[in-house]
């Protein structure tokens, strides 16, 4: 007996995943991002925008991609994080957990606040 096309069953894996550093794959989750009122001038006046990636180095790539003109303000010439770029993910700063490589689950809401310097 031969199944129709209406039938008939896909089994791909609907899930996403990347290579992540260490070399284990790791599973691509949607996160919403909420950029600072300084920054939003880069991201077309959005207060927050959805990011893709298995952990926050990931969504901080997505984002860059998606809004290439932010890029000089988070990161340095060398492509590293710039030092005053904080990261929460929800109560926690992300230095605190696994830094950049801390894992994203889907829903996620991280938050980008840069430091303030006074004098």
């Avoid at 300084?38 to 901080?60: D, H, I, K, W």
């Avoid at 340095?76 to 894992?103: C, H, I, P, S, Y």
Wanted: net charge negative; glycine share 10%.
């Amino acid at each position: 007996m031969e199944a129709d096309a209406e039938t008939q069953i896909d089994w791909r894996p609907s899930t996403t995943f990347a290579l992540c550093s260490g070399g284990r794959l790791s599973r691509i989750n949607m996160a919403t991002l909420k950029i600072p009122t300084p920054l939003r001038q880069y991201t077309n006046g959005q207060a927050e925008v959805a990011v893709s990636g298995p952990n926050v180095a990931g969504a901080m790539r997505n984002l860059v991609e998606q809004f290439p003109a932010l890029e000089q303000h988070l990161y340095t010439e060398d492509g590293e994080m710039r030092a005053f770029v904080n990261l929460f993910l929800g109560e926690d700063n992300t230095k605190d957990l696994q830094g950049l490589e801390t894992l994203l689950s889907d829903g996620d809401t991280l938050r980008l606040i840069p430091s303030i310097a006074g004098g």
